[in-house]
């Protein structure tokens, strides 16, 4: 199924791609979840999903305990431009997570681009987006109650995404990884998502996790931007691949550009339609020296 919210980095563009290609699994762990497109797609069995974003995961959590409440709030937010703006104000000070679920639904659909932002209060503050009003449905109930039944295979919880993966040490396991990218202005740095920044610490910290994961024989697949810094970060043990696609991220269309995303993954992924180029292979030939640096029985 395909998810009920819009998100900065979502991932729908590549689920053609890749949805015949992940390995069979018991357990999925997304720790960078967003709009989670891929938990939706597979629809595993059992699952940990988790995000920085605690708006975010609340409202996952309420979809899947309160779903019929959620849609009876949902149900009485018409799609009009004072409406918006009145939700947006409730939301910021709203302490019932039955409601604020409803409206972080309603603001993600309404908003410009999908955008979460916050200002430095903490508040939410995208303006309302362009054609909105136009629109005739904000929300798809039958959507919404199939969510609420897919996610009760998951477990949901804001934290950082090492907490995420700390129990994920099984061959069985497969985790998919997609953080906030890096931008291709290395000067100033990288995407925020929330008041918090994914920074360069940041993704030495994941890519040292990935290894060890890696080493552990857990299944990883990571998406980020094809860039250098990233790059040199998955060295030796992984499969990479590099897609080229148009950005989507821009609000003016008219400046919307190529973009080059990179697969990293620790199995063999193929495209055959002729739009993505395959790069340098390199998969588990070093496996062994990188097994020698990092210790598998060790606890993350
Ligand atoms: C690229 S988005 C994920 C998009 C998602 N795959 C989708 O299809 O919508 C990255 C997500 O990482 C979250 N995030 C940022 N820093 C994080 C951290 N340190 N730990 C966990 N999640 C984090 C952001 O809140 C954001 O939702």
Known sequence: MNSFLKWAGGKKWLI?????????????????????????????????????????????????????????????????KNVYYRVREKFNCEKDLVKKSAYFIYLNKMCWNGLYRVNSRG?????IGKNVIQRN???????????????????LKCCDFEETVKHATRRSDFIY????????????????????LFSSTDELRLSALAHKLACR?????????AHPLIMRQYKGMFYKTIIDRASLIAGDPTKRSRFAELLVSTFPMTFNDGKAASLKITAPPNFKKYKSDFNPKCKI
């Not at 709009?35 to 974003?53: H, I, Q, R, V, Y």
């Not at 508040?123 to 303006?127: D, G, I, K, L």
């Not at 024989?217 to 931007?225: E, R, T």
């Open 137 to 155: 449905k904000i929300f798809d109930t039958d959507q919404l109650l199939k969510a609420s039944q897919v996610l009760k295979n998951a477990e």
């Open 217 to 225: 024989g857990v299944k990883i697949m990571l998406s980020n931007a």
């Open 123 to 127: 508040e939410f503050n995208v303006p």
């Open 177 to 196: 990884l997609d953080p906030p990218y890096v931008t291709t202005n290395l000067t100033n740095g990288f995407i925020k998502y929330n008041s918090v």
């Open 16 to 80: 053609p791609k890749i949805k015949n290609q992940i390995p069979k699994f018991k357990t999925y762990y997304e720790p960078f979840l967003g709009s989670g497109t891929l938990f939706f797609e597979l629809e595993p069995k059992s699952a940990l999903l988790a995000d920085s974003n605690f708006e975010l995961i609340n409202c996952y959590r309420q979809v899947r305990n309160n779903c019929l409440l959620v849609i009876k709030i949902l149900k009485r937010l018409k799609n009009d």
